[in-house]
């Protein structure tokens, strides 16, 4: 049964700091890798979506980086902004069709 | 392209009730999914559907909660006499393809409250 297990579970950092945010799974044979940001009462945003073939995928002042052999992701913030506080979620696409998400980080990012 | 839309957003029943979540897939896509986020925890996989067909339930709870896409209008998830633990939020995802290939496009949810 594949897990998926997000540290830290919150973060908090001055703007303009550069951060770094884990994703690990127990079960490498997935599809891809999808970051996403959920804001207050609203839906989920993908922000990156790295394929298994892929090392990183970049998006603008975020990096994505998959290390499936040995079940790890990280997600990559340059240059923070207080814009960028909200929950970061992981989530793998594996055996079918369902998306297996993290519990998520909660990123705050203090002006 | 005005994305997923669901609705309501906020919905309040009784113990008993029938609660209809409702979804509208992003235009040109013919592929939803379902997921339920419980208070302090992750989004859980419901169900998957296509035009008319479900793909996979295997996350549908076995008795009250039942799901359809059909030809025409949006995806509906049903569940007949909820309770207190069915209080979630859920949310609904399309994509043009199946899941395994490329991004899921997410709705704002719907916040169910069970009093």
């Known amino acids: 049964k594949q897990e998926v297990t997000q540290i830290p579970a919150a973060l908090s950092v001055p703007e303009g700091e550069n951060l770094v945010l884990n994703c690990s799974f127990t079960?490498?044979?997935?599809?891809?890798l999808q970051w996403f940001r959920q804001d207050p009462g609203k839906g989920l945003t993908s922000l990156l979506l790295?394929?298994?073939?892929?090392r990183e995928q970049t998006s603008g002042r975020l990096n994505a980086s998959l290390d499936k052999s040995s079940g790890r992701s990280t997600l990559y913030i340059a240059a923070s902004q207080p814009g960028d506080s909200a929950t970061y979620l992981c989530a793998v696409a594996a055996g079918g069709n369902k998306l297996v998400f993290g519990a998520g980080t909660i990123l705050r990012v203090k002006s | 392209n005005a994305g997923v839309m669901q609705n309501p957003r906020h919905l309040v029943r009784r113990r008993g009730q029938e609660a209809r979540l409702r979804c509208s897939p992003m235009?040109?896509?013919?592929?939803v999914y379902w997921y339920r986020q419980l208070p302090e925890e992750g989004l859980k996989f419901m169900v998957y559907l296509q035009k008319e067909n479900i793909i996979d339930e295997s996350g549908m709870p076995k008795e009250r909660f039942s799901a359809e896409f059909p030809k025409e209008g949006p995806s509906i998830l049903r569940i007949q006499q909820v309770v207190r633990g069915d209080s979630a939020a859920y949310f609904c995802?399309?994509?043009?393809?199946?899941?395994?290939?490329?991004?899921?496009?997410f709705g704002s949810g719907t916040q169910l409250s069970v009093l």
């Open positions: 079960d490498s044979a997935i599809y891809n």
């Open positions: 235009k040109g896509h013919s592929h």
């Open positions: 995802a399309s994509s043009y393809d199946r899941a395994t290939n490329e991004k899921l496009f």
């Open positions: 790295i394929q298994s073939s892929q």
